[in-house]
């Protein structure tokens, strides 16, 4: 439809359809989830419960679901840290796992331009795409405000506000004058897309993570800047951590 519409009828199109494709998305997971053997029913309705508020596949909000369960089960010392927030599903599921089995005791920190996403640069292309996404990712996508990503967490399903942090502003920006504050970090999920948004937050943020601790790359296997800037990072530092898909373009990995 992108190719052959004009742009003002795809996007009315696209806005219409998209919400209730992703609704039928997440019916069919909890359907199919709740058959498998050994379901776990606490995951299965916590992710049910945040896929409304995520662009991130089932999949992929269940491998946050398990990585932030482990950390708190392990005792991985430090904080929980998402770059990349949109409209805030990721960063609920992390806060509700947090309460049910933290007892809200990690501080949690949430950085986003709450703008929508920055263009791409040269380092995002191959072959003229930025990846394998369900449509193009123009300047502004994927846009959640701190005002929507604030209600959903504080007013909708109340979230401890002295706990939690939302740090607005481009992760170039925010993150050398922030990253001071942080403790340790048990869980970094970046989900920026780009090359640059992924690179600075390794720079910024990477040697803060604790041995035992998890990096979640929600775009490595679709964005491919994301992937060029992970394998460039942990190439140069000489790092051996396999890197585990997550099922539908994301992945993780456990530094050691």
């Known amino acids: 439809m992108h190719a052959v519409l004009p742009k003002s009828l795809y996007d009315r199109v696209y806005f219409f359809l998209f919400p209730r494709y992703k609704a039928r998305l997440r019916r069919q997971y909890r359907d199919r989830a709740l058959r498998k053997p050994n379901a776990d029913p606490e995951k299965i309705a916590t992710v049910f419960k945040c896929l409304e508020f995520s662009l991130v596949g089932s999949e992929g909000m269940e491998a946050t679901y398990d990585c932030t369960r482990r950390v708190i089960r392990e005792n991985v010392a430090g904080d929980l840290v998402e770059c990349g927030v949109a409209q805030g599903g990721s960063a609920l599921l992390i806060a509700l796992v947090n309460a049910k089995f933290g007892g809200s005791r990690r501080q949690l920190w949430l950085f986003d331009s709450y703008e929508g996403l920055p263009d791409p640069t040269s380092e995002d292309y191959k072959d003229g795409k930025t990846g394998t996404h369900i449509r193009p990712l123009p300047k502004g996508s994927c846009l959640g405000t701190i005002g929507d990503v604030s209600r959903l967490l504080f007013e909708q399903h109340n979230i401890p506000r002295n706990s939690t942090h939302l740090v607005k502003g481009w992760f170039q920006d925010t993150l050398p004058v922030t990253r001071d504050k942080l403790g340790a970090i048990a869980l970094l999920r970046l989900d920026g897309d780009w090359y640059e948004s992924t690179k600075v937050c390794f ?54």
Do not use: H, M, W
């Not at 990072?233 to 585990?244: E, K, N, S």
């Open 203 to 256: 720079e910024n943020l990477y040697d803060k993570v604790s041995p035992g601790g998890f990096v979640i790359l929600d775009d490595y296997f679709s964005c491919y800047g994301c992937k060029r800037a992970t394998d460039e990072f942990l190439a140069a530092r000489g790092t051996p951590f396999p890197i585990i898909p997550d099922g539908r373009g994301g992945a993780f990995f456990q530094k050691l």
